[in-house]
């Protein structure tokens, strides 16, 4: 499993933008598929956006065209960049990481505080 730790959450108007980064140490990070997922209060961990190791990614339909996720091997870094922010992305961002061969996420950050007001 890889460390991860999450940073670039805050407080944004509606609208708005926020870079969310998440860096992993520990081991190998090139060959992890990895992923955003957030938590609203009171609701269940959704899925945002995944990339893979070969760089493949994905989006959750309500984030699509709105948000991009990317990664930087040589930096052992993952982002996501969030454009037109609205009240319902307002939650807890968590990284995730999937090493090679297994079907789950397996490493977890703690997860930073994005919140968006109306």
């Known amino acids: 499993q890889v460390q991860l730790v999450e940073s670039g959450g805050g407080l944004v108007q509606a609208g708005g933008s926020l870079r969310l980064s998440c860096a992993a140490s520990?081991?190998?990070?090139?060959?992890?598929?990895m992923a955003w997922f957030r938590q609203a209060p009171g609701k269940e961990r959704e899925f945002v956006a995944s990339i893979s190791w070969r760089g493949n990614r994905n989006y959750a339909d309500s984030v699509n065209g709105r948000f991009t996720i990317s990664r930087d091997n040589a930096k052992n870094s993952m982002y996501l960049q969030m454009n037109g922010l609205k009240s319902e992305d307002t939650a807890v961002y968590l990284c995730?990481?999937?090493?090679?061969?297994?079907?789950?996420?397996?490493?977890w950050g703690q997860g930073t505080q994005v919140t968006v007001s109306s």
């Open positions: 520990g081991r190998i990070f090139w060959n992890y598929d």
């Open positions: 995730a990481g999937r090493s090679p061969s297994t079907a789950a996420y397996d490493s």
